[in-house]
């Protein structure tokens, strides 16, 4: 599988609550207002204009704070194809895996893309393409592998458990 | 080679030997939800499993907004409650004077206990390291997934040792110290690993202390953060431990760690997390005579008695400048405030009491910011939009510094109101 989008480039330490502000966590439901309100608090041209497919590049220990899983179900639900970063914080790592959205750890790539830039990821063969330049990453732990397939961590359960 | 706390702890859940990197699969102590326990339920329903595996070890705490502020936050806990006794769930801490903030319950009701897995859905579980437990916050999904299957995966993390030795000198606290080490490490510098406090400097701290240090874990990147459980922690335990499945575990002398830090608590003067990060510190002496509009004293961070009491040393027989909202952490707390006056002398100094819960640390209620204003808190988080505005600006400090703060109206320094 292969993805091509726009960037929307950000910085270190974007956290939960600059993604999806703490107020919303228990007056928005559904996953379709969630999208509404992403990353309201960090960028508003992203909230207004993001468009499905694009892709999110961020700094080092992207989404840390709060344990939030709407940070990462409202940048899905936004159709984000995957987000880079030059690293993420644990529990928003986790999250993104259980919610089967794909993330990738590449400082490297980061460090080369800018915003707006057209950036090419071929999940098969681990290469993402930016600016004339190609950049190498590690396949997922099986384990992750068979999460993202599955669609995340509850589908993936309910498979495990013969409830599929 | 000696073993690390978290290779000791996951390694007793897994029954087996372990070492760092290693993934186990793990049954869960405990399992904490607050008023998330809503959007969990339904998660869990989708699943298909007709019972959680063990209504014994769910704990349900409502405390991020209560009472209800808002028809959504009603029905909200209102899914709770029918969850709860459709699935018999054993634990629940609803909005009555037996409740509070999740974490200060968890600790104070004797939850959190050495050597137990505890995993909450909530980044802040990493407060129960203070008892000696491995304690780590999960997203929604994840902790469905748990009610269900009884299971729950980590890599054993790498560990991380802080050293502390000495004494804070008077007008400082475990909290400039925590928010001085996040200044040093920055806000990843923990990412993925466990973090231990070593040192005679943790050995005077009382469990209010340590509870401080390892809330704050998660504010530097901790999967989780711990302190040996020493004898103030099995005497605090003995009155109500909730299980019989905990052991006192510590690293091994000659353990392997990957990275290592020493401080010595003299050395430490009172200091803020700038807006609007909380590794963004600055010492009293640059932000002194700041202007603030709001004083926040609670939380999960700073909300217990030992805190209260700190403030209210302080702010005794004086005016505050400013709004000032008192918030104890439990009910349990409120009461003990109450038999030692420090209710009067914050009445009597003009500040708002809030019933216990999580107040407008996270931008729910009981002291939103109006755009341009700034508040001193003694919550954990700081960034931007997180009391509710995303134009206001939130200073992190300790109970001293918030309650010396509150008195003039701009932030100032703990020693000189001693």
């Known amino acids: 599988m292969s993805v091509k989008g726009k960037v929307w480039k950000y910085g270190d330490d974007v956290n939960t609550d600059v993604i999806f502000p703490g107020k919303y966590t228990y007056t928005i439901k559904e996953r379709s207002d969630m999208a509404k309100v992403a990353l309201e608090d960090l960028d508003m041209e992203f909230n207004k204009n993001a468009k499905p497919g694009d892709i999110i590049v961020g700094g080092k220990n992207w989404g840390c704070g709060s344990s939030r899983e709407q940070a990462v179900s409202c940048v899905k639900e936004r159709g984000i194809a995957v987000i880079i970063a030059k690293s993420f914080a644990r529990i928003y790592y986790r999250n993104c895996f259980n919610e089967g959205l794909p993330i990738i750890v590449c400082p490297e790539a980061v460090d080369a893309i800018n915003m707006g830039d057209e950036v090419e990821v071929d999940f098969e063969s681990g290469v993402i393409r930016a600016g004339g330049k190609e950049f190498k990453f590690p396949a997922y732990p099986e384990f992750v592998q068979g999460l993202i397939k599955d669609g995340g961590l509850i589908p993936h359960v309910k498979k495990s458990l013969g409830l599929a | 080679m000696g073993k690390t706390f978290a290779e000791k702890a996951l390694g007793r859940a897994a029954g087996y030997d372990v070492v760092a990197n290693q ?72 909005v009555t004077s037996d409740g509070g ?46 009610w269900a299957t009884g299971k729950i995966w980590f890599k054993v993390p790498e560990s991380m040792k802080v050293v502390v030795t000495g004494k804070f000198k008077p007008g400082v606290s475990a909290k400039d110290f925590i928010l001085k080490f996040i200044g040093d490490v920055r806000a990843d510098g923990a990412d993925y690993m466990s973090v231990e406090f070593h040192g005679e400097g943790i050995e005077n701290m009382s469990i209010a202390e340590r509870m401080t240090l390892c809330n704050m874990g998660i504010e530097f990147g901790a999967k989780n953060a711990v302190c040996r459980p020493d004898q103030k922690v099995l005497d605090a335990i003995k009155k109500n431990a909730k299980c019989d499945r905990w052991e006192p575990l510590w690293a091994d002398e000659d353990a392997v760690y990957a990275a290592e830090y020493h401080y010595d608590l003299g050395d430490i003067e009172p200091g803020v997390a700038k ?97 341009t204003e700034a508040a001193i808190s003694t919550a954990n988080r ?37």
């Open chain 2, 23 to 94: 993934v186990v699969t793990v049954e869960p102590d405990w399992c904490m939800s607050h008023d998330n326990g809503a959007p969990i339920a339904r998660t869990f329903k989708k699943i298909g499993v007709k019972n959680v595996w063990k209504p014994e070890r769910i704990v349900f705490i409502l405390d991020h907004a209560v009472p209800a502020p808002s028809s959504d936050h009603a029905v909200n806990h209102k899914e709770v409650r029918e969850f709860v006794a459709e699935q018999g769930v054993k634990h629940f801490y609803d």
């Open chain 2, 101 to 146: 903030v999740c974490h200060q319950k968890m600790c104070e009701e004797g939850f959190a206990l050495p050597g137990l897995i505890m995993v909450g859905s909530d980044s802040h579980t990493c407060t129960y390291g203070a008892y000696g437990a491995f304690s780590t916050g999960i997203g929604r999904s994840e902790m469905a997934a748990a």
């Open chain 2, 275 to 371: 807006p609007h990060k909380v590794d963004n510190y600055g010492p009293i002496s640059e932000v002194k005579g700041t202007k603030i509009h709001e004083a926040f004293l609670g939380s999960c961070t700073n909300g217990r008695i030992e805190d209260l009491r700190a403030a209210a040393a302080i702010m005794k027989g004086k005016k505050v400048a400013v709004r000032t909202i008192v918030i104890p952490a439990s009910w349990i707390v409120y009461r003990q405030a109450m038999k030692e006056g420090l209710l009067d002398v914050f009445l009597d100094s003009g500040c708002v009491i809030c019933n216990p819960g999580c107040g407008p640390c996270m931008g729910n209620h009981e002291g939103i910011l109006a755009p």
């Open chain 2, 382 to 418: 700081n960034f931007k939009g997180r009391m509710g505005d995303k134009e206001s600006f939130i200073y992190l400090a300790s109970p001293m510094m918030v309650a010396a703060s509150a008195l003039k109206g701009e932030i100032s320094d703990p020693r000189e109101a001693l």
